[in-house]
């Protein structure tokens, strides 16, 4: 499966940004679809993870209650909303997925083996 992200751009802090990944090449529907970002001099982490069977969602504590992850397994598309945005949200984000159409899959960078090529979201006055 081949992944694209978009929607970044400058956002001041407080505001709200929806960030779009189209998938092509297969379904995403047996696929868990995992949102990262990664800040300059950080490491890559997880923001918010679904799972493919059951659509439950994983956030990580510093976006719980301000972004939404969602899927259209119809579209073949994910989507996250974030809202309240931070300075310290600024960053790279990517959409990824796994093959897994049961079980859970961590929210973790090597538990996703398909990348999109990232979106930089900028928060800042």
């Known amino acids: 499966v081949q992944l694209q992200a978009s929607g970044g751009g400058l956002v001041q802090p407080g505001g709200s940004l929806r960030l779009s990944c189209a998938a092509s090449g297969d379904r995403l529907r047996f696929y868990a679809i995992g949102w990262f970002r990664q800040a300059p001099g950080k490491e890559r982490e997880g923001v918010a993870c679904i799972n493919s069977h059951d659509g439950t969602v994983y956030y990580s504590d510093s976006v719980k209650g301000r972004f939404t992850a969602t899927r259209d397994n119809a579209e073949n598309t994910a989507a996250l909303r974030m809202d309240s945005l931070k300075s310290e949200d600024t960053a790279v984000y990517y959409c990824?997925?796994?093959?897994?159409?049961?079980?859970?899959?961590?929210?973790?960078?090597?538990?996703?083996?398909?990348w999109g090529q990232g979106t930089l979201v900028t928060v800042s006055s």
């Open positions: 990824a997925a796994e093959f897994r159409p049961r079980g859970q899959t961590k929210c973790t960078v090597d538990e996703h083996s398909y």
